[in-house]
């Protein structure tokens, strides 16, 4: 299983930017998904989380700026980021709860995409 993170780049004070993350892999199932983020070498904040049936928790940061969702049948997950500042500058990776036949269920995380929010 491999999730590809993706959608990250340079963006204004102010403005929004929309990630994504697709799973792939011969047979799998997926369970809760989140995104997490992570400045420098400081430890991987969670930013969203969404479980199957779509119930979402965020991080106290977000304050309703972001929006996760989850495209099953895509095997996608998304971040919606608006009214980006500066402060939200980091590497952004997407997380998932999968089940595989010959691991059971496993975290994995994608390879991270980053988020530069300029001043």
């Known amino acids: 299983v491999q999730l590809q993170a993706s959608g990250g780049g340079l963006v204004r004070n102010g403005g929004s930017l929309t990630l994504s993350c697709v799973t792939s892999g011969s047979e799998f199932s997926t369970t809760a998904m989140a995104w997490y983020r992570q400045v420098s070498t400081h430890v991987r904040d969670l930013v969203a989380s969404i479980t199957r049936d779509g119930r979402t928790t965020y991080g106290d940061f977000v304050k309703g700026r972001f929006t996760i969702s989850r495209d099953v049948a895509k095997n996608t997950l998304y971040l919606q980021m608006s009214a980006l500042t500066p402060e939200d500058t980091a590497v952004y990776y997407c997380?998932?709860?999968?089940?595989?036949?010959?691991?059971?269920?496993?975290?994995?995380w994608g390879q991270g995409t980053l988020v530069t929010v300029s001043s």
């Open positions: 997380n998932g709860n999968i089940w595989t036949p010959n691991s059971g269920n496993n975290a994995y």
